[in-house]
């Protein structure tokens, strides 16, 4: 049995010398084409690495899509827990469009409503006072208004 496995040694030893002659020669000892060869195979050794940082990118972003799903999924799964995302400006704007001057019993012809930065500005002409106060009440109570700024005016001229 000690001399089979040392046969089969020796037998791997000498292969492995061949091997490693086969490339001495291949990528050194030939005068015309080894200088082109070692060029290539370095050449194609650079490619597959490129190919295999585009893939091992690609297969992140796959797998970080899929995580964002899962806790999205299990976000809305799980009661009472509710991400609350800031909205952008216009969607705020038209939030508080919708909601406040529903709220507030106040018509919507002559006001003009801008968002800047989580802050709402009313422009223009309102009845009274009253529905002046009781829109800027409701536009406070909106998620996601930080502030409120009002330019609002009523027709016998008083700034409110």
Known sequence: MADRRRSMG????LLGAAGFGVVLDHFVLDRHNA???RHMARDQVR???RRRSRDAVRRAKYVEGKAEGVVRRTAHAVPGVHRRDEPDDTTLSQ????CAFRRAHVPKQGVLV???HGV???RGELEDGEQVEALLRA??????VKGVESLLHTPNGAGD
């Open 10 to 13: 020796q037998a791997g030893a």
């Open 139 to 144: 536009a406070r109570r909106v998620d996601g």
């Open 114 to 116: 801008n968002a800047e």
């Open 35 to 37: 200088r082109r060869r």
């Open 95 to 98: 939030k508080v469009e919708s």
């Open 120 to 122: 709402i500005y009313f």
């Open 47 to 49: 490619a597959m690495m």
